[in-house]
């Protein structure tokens, strides 16, 4: 079984450019994860997706940032205009329909962003 | 609110000796606690849990950790590291309602480097 995968592992770009990152969970996996670790600081929740719909979205930071989950299946997390706070690495994650109890999130190996 | 505080940032030991990572969080709501490790070039990856019951809870490549509630910590030990242990460690808590308003979404102390020197 594939696992969590993310696409690029890297992406450099300056200031004001556009980049969108994409994240492609375990097949059948109903919740999708966004996570960002600023260098130098924890792994903070961006927001989270129960299949195409946005269950909670408190952690985005600004309106910048534009997150889409077409179809219930890959998500996509766009940066327009970029800055240089934005960079750090972008995990996303992935677990079951949570019905009940504890579902574990399976990681991805991150995206990392460098805002020139 | 939620938070997490891992209390060393760095912790160099050497081969076979014992290692304790400390971890103390803050919760209004009963909690979920984690463990996660990172290897270089790989995503996290989940190396124990404490969702009920026993305080003690084992996970993988020789890892334990204990539950205690009235310090609110979940500190991770393990008697003797090798080489490989050498990683970056997250602590996290997520809600233990289920159902509740947080589904599941995780949060994270800045994370302690192990290293293990030969």
């Known amino acids: 079984e594939a696992g969590v995968t993310q696409f690029p592992s890297h992406s450099v770009i300056e200031k004001g450019q556009t980049v969108t990152l994409r994240c492609d969970p375990i097949?059948?996996?109903?919740?999708l994860y966004w996570y960002r670790r600023v260098m130098g600081k924890e792994i903070k929740f961006l927001l989270h997706?129960?299949?195409?719909?946005?269950?909670?979205e408190s952690g985005m930071p600004n309106n910048r940032f534009l997150a889409e989950r077409t179809g219930g299946t890959y998500s996509t997390l766009k940066v327009q205009p970029a800055e240089l706070e934005d960079s750090g690495v972008y995990f996303c994650?992935?677990?079951?329909?949570?019905?009940?109890?504890?579902?574990?999130?399976?990681f991805g190996p991150g995206t990392r962003l460098t805002v020139t | 609110a939620q938070s997490v505080t891992q209390l060393d940032s760095q912790v160099p030991v050497f081969e076979e000796a014992p290692v304790e990572l400390r971890c103390n969080y803050s919760?209004?709501?009963?909690?979920?606690l984690f463990w996660y490790v990172q290897y270089p070039n790989q995503g996290l990856q989940l190396l124990l849990k404490?969702?009920?019951?026993?305080?003690l809870v084992k996970g993988i490549n020789g890892f334990e950790a204990e539950f205690n509630k009235s310090q609110t910590s979940f500190h991770l030990r393990k008697p003797s590291v090798h080489i490989s242990d050498t990683a970056e460690y997250f602590c996290?808590?997520?809600?233990?309602?289920?159902?509740?308003?947080?589904?599941?979404?995780?949060?994270f102390g800045q994370g302690t480097i192990l290293t293990v020197h030969p």
């Open positions: 994650a992935s677990s079951p329909r949570w019905l009940a109890g504890f579902y574990e999130q399976y």
């Open positions: 097949s059948g996996h109903d919740n």
């Open positions: 997706f129960v299949k195409e719909s946005k269950q909670d």
């Open positions: 919760s209004s709501v009963s909690v979920y």
């Open positions: 404490y969702l009920s019951g026993s305080t």
């Open positions: 996290a808590v997520s809600d233990s309602v289920a159902g509740g308003t947080s589904y599941g979404k995780l949060t």
